[in-house]
């Protein structure tokens, strides 16, 4: 264990190193809390004035010798995950990283990525966390808007060298000072298990209002965006989602879904699961063969995946061997659950469900433990915080009639003023009085829940009469013959756009024809504009890097589909 009790080190052999640090606190392009809902979130007890580093000093201290962490390598108790957070920051500073540069960190569901996190979050340096997924493309324009000084990678994962995709982002971007690889680091980098050195007098810690990490938007136009969040508004959406799901130190959470991204990292995820002693498994991905046979092993209680995954585990559950009854909660989130599919989870993997309905920007919605089977099948949850403010607009900004579909607008204590380092995009992006504009479709029910219809974006504009194509796909997943729908526009002379709807058959010698859909949906009460013009059938369909369904691939390959 380290000598030192707080975030602040004792050791002193390079005291003076940072004498001229600032802390992050200045973080340039990082859109502040207004300081009267600073000060609000602060007497509420919403921001407690921790930051990530102190905290996991606290839980070491509390529990030092039980399990934080498995992964493939082993288990790491948290005074191990304490000790090699500081010895990583000291390793960091050796590198000369120093507090308020930017870090992008790009590494799979490994104890490395959490010793990362960790060890960056004491030093006040900044992980702009990206998804193993992500190539040139998003890394060299993260990586540049953040001016990063670092880049943490893989050696190779799924086949694919990280460290080729480093030489490469290297070139284009100036600021890339050290590639760190976790694994055989090649020439021109550093292995991850050298940037260790005994643990350092580290400059003054970050402040708990200061960014303590940077997560990558998961928006489908134009190039992503990174989203800071502070200690103060991180450590809340962790520890609120954690009491959502009632987590105890006897929980064992399982990240399936990449740990970059903020459903598997805090919602509750592994901070969360962290913050009550419990243990994270961290899995590889979420393919059934890997990720049951780690329910079996590590009694996992809790995981949390996207649609087509909660889909796909409810068709294998029941033929694939193994004792996996210690699972209680499955998590659904990302995208729309249909609520044919939300239905069968249940029976399927007897454990309760829960729909997350969340963004990377903050608010969450999540159903909870005591709302009816009904509610949990059709809603996606109601707010997490009592102090997220949710405003639902039309077209003018002007609030719709209650149980009206509308735009979502949201402000609170999690959710952020700005994205960071876009000062004309924020300008849209938020209303002056500090909402985020999410560009989701939804209506709220009497109960406060709130059910996504669909994106703006995703609203097919047919001959001036909108259809929202979630709200089709729900329907279209409701009929027998069909496991999976994806609604998109197909431009047409006449009207503008129609409607194509893809669907993935549920036996693939037997798909559906669009005369049976047209009764099918009429039978439902559907207004016949709503229908689908056309449908193609597809094998499967094409996944962001977080596994939700890539409806801009798809509309790319719509025209080579056949049509049903
Ligand atoms: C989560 O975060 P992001 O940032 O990858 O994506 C956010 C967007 C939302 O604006 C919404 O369009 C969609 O993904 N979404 C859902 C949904 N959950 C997210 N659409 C329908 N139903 C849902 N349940 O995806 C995310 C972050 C934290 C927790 C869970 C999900």
């Excluded at 799979?108 to 340096?125: E, H, K, Q, S, Y």
């Excluded at 509750?268 to 780690?294: E, K, M, N, Y």
């Excluded at 405003?391 to 002007?398: E, H, L, N, P, Q």
């Excluded at 996944?543 to 691939?553: A, E, M, N, W, Y």
Aim: glycine fraction near 10%; charge should be negative; hydrophobic fraction near 40%.
């Amino acid at each position: 264990m380290p000598t030192s009790t707080g975030d602040t080190h004792e050791k002193a052999d390079t005291a003076g190193q940072f004498a001229d640090a600032t802390g992050t606190g200045s973080l340039d392009g990082f859109v502040p809390w207004p300081d009267d809902a600073a000060a609000r979130y602060r007497a509420a007890g919403y921001w407690r004035g921790d930051t990530l580093g102190a905290l996991l000093r606290t839980w070491a201290g509390a529990w030092p010798e039980r399990t934080a962490l498995v992964d493939a390598a082993g288990r790491t108790t948290y005074a191990e995950l304490d000790l090699r957070a500081d010895r990583t920051a000291a390793g960091f500073a050796g590198l000369g990283v120093r507090p308020g540069d930017r870090v992008v960190v790009q590494l799979p569901n490994t104890v490395d990525f959490v010793v990362v996190l960790f060890a960056l979050a004491r030093l006040g340096a900044v992980p702009a966390l990206c998804l193993p997924a992500h190539r040139a493309h998003e890394i060299g324009h993260l990586a540049a808007l953040s001016e990063a000084v670092a880049y943490v990678i893989p050696d190779t994962l799924a086949g694919f060298d990280h460290r080729e995709l480093a030489r490469e982002v290297r070139e284009r971007v100036p600021s890339l000072r050290h590639v760190v690889v976790a694994g055989e680091p090649g020439p021109d980098a550093v292995a991850l298990a050298d940037v260790d050195a005994a643990p350092v007098a580290l400059p003054p810690g970050p402040r708990p209002e200061d960014v303590a990490l940077l997560l990558v938007s998961g928006g489908t136009t134009g190039l992503p965006k990174l989203i800071p969040r502070t200690h103060d508004d991180y450590a809340y959406n962790a520890r609120a989602s954690a009491e959502v799901c009632d987590l105890t130190e006897d929980d064992v959470y399982m990240a399936v879904l990449p740990a970059a991204h903020n459903f598997p990292l805090a919602c509750p995820g592994i901070l969360g699961i962290l913050g009550v002693g419990g243990t994270a498994v961290l899995a590889p991905g979420p393919s059934p063969d890997q990720a049951f046979a780690l329910v079996e092993r590590e009694r996992v209680t809790v995981t949390a995946v996207v649609p087509p995954v909660a889909d796909l585990w409810s068709q294998m559950w029941e033929w694939e061997p193994g004792d996996r009854s210690s699972l209680r909660l499955l998590q659904v989130g990302g995208a729309r659950l249909p609520a044919a599919l939300a239905r069968e989870l249940t029976p399927a993997l007897d454990c309760r469900v829960q729909q997350v309905f969340g963004m990377a920007e903050g608010l969450l919605n999540y159903t909870r433990t005591g709302d009816s089977d009904e509610i949990v099948a059709e809603s996606q949850g109601r707010p997490l915080s009592p102090d997220d403010e949710v405003r639902i607009v039309d077209g003018d900004g002007s609030p719709v009639a209650e149980g009206e579909v509308g735009e979502l607008l949201t402000r609170g204590p999690y959710t952020i003023r700005g994205y960071y380092r876009v000062p004309d995009h924020n300008a849209n992006a938020f209303t002056p009085d500090g909402f985020y504009r999410s560009g989701d479709l939804v209506r709220r029910l009497p109960s406060g829940h709130l059910v996504v219809e669909g994106r703006i974006k995703e609203v097919v504009n047919r001959g001036g009469e909108g259809v929202p194509a979630g709200e089709l796909e729900d329907h279209l997943t409701a009929h027998p013959k069909i496991r999976q729908a994806a609604v998109i526009p197909l431009p047409d002379r006449v009207l503008g756009e129609r409607v194509c709807a893809i669907l993935v058959p549920a036996d693939p010698a037997d798909p559906p024809t669009l005369p049976e859909l047209k009764t099918f949906l009429a039978e439902a009460g559907l207004a016949p504009y709503k229908t689908p013009d056309t449908i193609r059938i597809a094998a499967a369909f094409p996944r962001t890097p977080v596994g939700k369904i890539d409806k801009r691939s798809l509309a790319d390959q719509a025209n080579a589909l056949p049509t049903g």
